[in-house]
């Protein structure tokens, strides 16, 4: 769909949209969905395993969870996500999933037209964002269910798309076309706009006669919002739409509140050493997936090497040694440390990542003696620089220095989240402003209730950008935010209807 249309500009410069939300990934998908009226319920006769939890449920049944006060059914909840509003929502989704069980969700949704707050969703491709792009051979680290989002079980997606269900875990692929459907049976694709890449995000208050009339407005026509209920624009956001035939379309619009909703996987992290830009060093799974399928690697005598200690180090693992491929497994870490994430996973539901993590164990390298056929890994090394001649320098933790020659490298060490639009690069957002935002590092500093970030007014974060990397956490962040905007909305209306004015804020 057009994001920019010749005969349907908006004519008022001093009008904006109520909501832009940037990334169209599941973050982005189940705030529109809940943006456009959907509220969720408990379901009738619905029992929730905790009872303190269920006991605040039944004290305001007749309320939709957008209505309640998040703080106070939050409290005391524990889970696998630090914002107290994820956990929340995810017990209500999959209770006790955490235990192992399967219990049915004990909400119901409601579409309730009344409660649809205008807005649009941007992002660079289809609707499902990095799902698309990731990398097809690998299951998913969650349970399909898990991956599933508000009023659509992925189960019976799945179950009309394949024949046998040999397991709960998913390909990628499977959750990128589920994503892209599901905005279309939920009537969502009228607020969607792909192939559309932000340039600035920027706050500013100006005269109406300041406008660049080079840029154009964004249509309204597909969002059915009548002038009158528009309001002062607060911020500016900028950018191009990528059409057919490969000409880049600049365009202008305003906002009154942005959600940042574009996930962490942007910019693959770096060791920022010597000879990483040979092209024999790859950065991604996807890259280093390519080199193996176009037999770019079998047969090579010289090893891999894969830096990272995390799943998708693991899936290069994998990948290579599927292949045949001999594999040299550097990472920083001790192969006790509590925080790898293989002990977080329960051995028999992902018994791949388990034999990674043995061999990370117990095929570890020794000074007296060579690297094993098949794999070998270095625990407690870094890699000091990488050579012309395809080698690389390693140290241990004791400074060791050993020469090995490669075949390849993949470093797989996290990624960052592509925040040049903003001011900063969008640090100042973050919990330590010097640094860039990470997941698990730096992550962007909200109000644990609303999603607001704490440092910019008006402006909501959710997703892996506030800590969120997992789906059944990250629909949380689009709890919090309706249920911010939903207050305002009301509280809003009350100051018109009491004769307060316009009803600009």
Same mark, same amino acid.
């Given at each position: ?290 080199? !193996?399928?176009? %037999?770019?690697? @079998?047969?090579?005598? $010289? *090893?891999? #090497? +894969? ?19 001999? !594999?040299?497994? %550097?990472?920083? @870490?001790?192969?006790? $440390? *509590?925080? #790898? +994430? ?164």
């Amino acid at each position: 769909m057009p994001l920019v249309e010749e005969t349907s500009l908006l004519e008022g410069s001093s009008v904006s949209l109520p909501v832009v939300i940037i990334g169209n990934g599941p973050s982005g998908i189940c705030l529109s969905y809940m943006l456009s009226g959907y509220r969720p319920y408990l379901a009738p006769e619905a029992i929730h395993p905790n009872a303190i939890l269920h006991s605040k449920l039944e004290e305001a049944r007749h309320l939709s969870i957008v209505d309640q006060d998040l703080e106070y059914l939050s409290e005391g909840l524990e889970g696998r996500s630090s914002n107290p509003v994820a956990v929340l929502f995810d017990t209500l989704l999959h209770p006790d999933a955490d235990f192992g069980y399967d219990y049915p969700s004990i909400l119901h949704w409601k579409l309730e037209q009344h409660h649809c707050i205008p807005h649009l969703v941007l992002g660079k491709g289809p609707p499902g964002g990095a799902w698309h792009n990731m990398e097809g051979s690998m299951l998913t680290i969650s349970f399909g269910n898990w991956m599933e989002l508000p009023g659509l079980k992925f189960k019976d997606w799945v179950s009309n798309k394949r024949r046998n269900l040999k397991g709960d875990r998913v390909m990628p692929e499977e959750i990128a076309r589920y994503y892209k459907h599901y905005v279309k049976v939920m009537g969502l694709q009228k607020n969607f706009r792909e192939n559309t890449y932000i340039t600035s995000l920027s706050k500013l208050y100006r005269d109406q006669d300041d406008d660049n009339n080079q840029d154009r407005d964004i249509s309204t026509k597909h969002l059915q919002i009548e002038k009158s209920k528009l309001i002062k624009r607060n911020w500016e956001i900028r950018g191009y739409q990528r059409i057919a035939d490969g000409s880049h379309v600049p365009f202008c619009l305003f906002a009154e509140n942005v959600a940042l909703a574009t996930g962490t996987l942007d910019s693959p992290g770096h060791l920022e050493i010597e000879g990483e830009d040979f092209p024999f060093v790859f950065h991604s799974m996807p890259e280093f997936g390519a080199a !193996v399928n176009k %037999v770019k690697l @079998r047969g090579k005598v $010289d *090893p891999v #090497l +894969i830096v990272g200690s995390g799943l998708t180090a693991a899936d290069a693992v994998l990948c290579a040694y599927n292949n045949n491929i001999p !594999v040299m497994h %550097v990472f920083r @870490r001790r192969v006790t $440390d *509590p925080n #790898l +994430i293989f002990k977080q996973l329960p051995k028999k539901l992902y018994p791949e990542y388990h034999k990674v993590y043995h061999m990370m164990c117990t095929q570890s390298y020794s000074a007296d003696s060579n690297l094993l056929s098949d794999y070998t890994s270095f625990p407690e090394h870094h890699v000091l620089s990488f050579k012309s001649d395809m080698k690389c320098i390693l140290q241990s933790v004791s400074g060791l220095k050993k020469i090995f020659k490669l075949s390849a490298a993949v470093v797989l060490i996290g990624s960052h989240p592509n925040l040049s639009f903003l001011k900063e690069q969008g640090c100042y957002l973050g919990h330590n402003s010097s640094q860039p935002i990470t997941c698990k590092g730096n992550p962007v500093e909200i109000n644990a209730y609303t999603y607001e970030c704490v440092k910019e007014a008006n402006l909501f974060a959710l997703g892996p950008l506030v800590g969120d990397n997992f789906v059944r956490f990250l629909k949380g962040g689009a709890l919090g935010v309706t249920r911010c905007l939903a207050v305002r909305q009301k509280k809003k209306h009350l100051f018109v209807e009491r004769g307060g004015g316009d009803g600009i804020a």
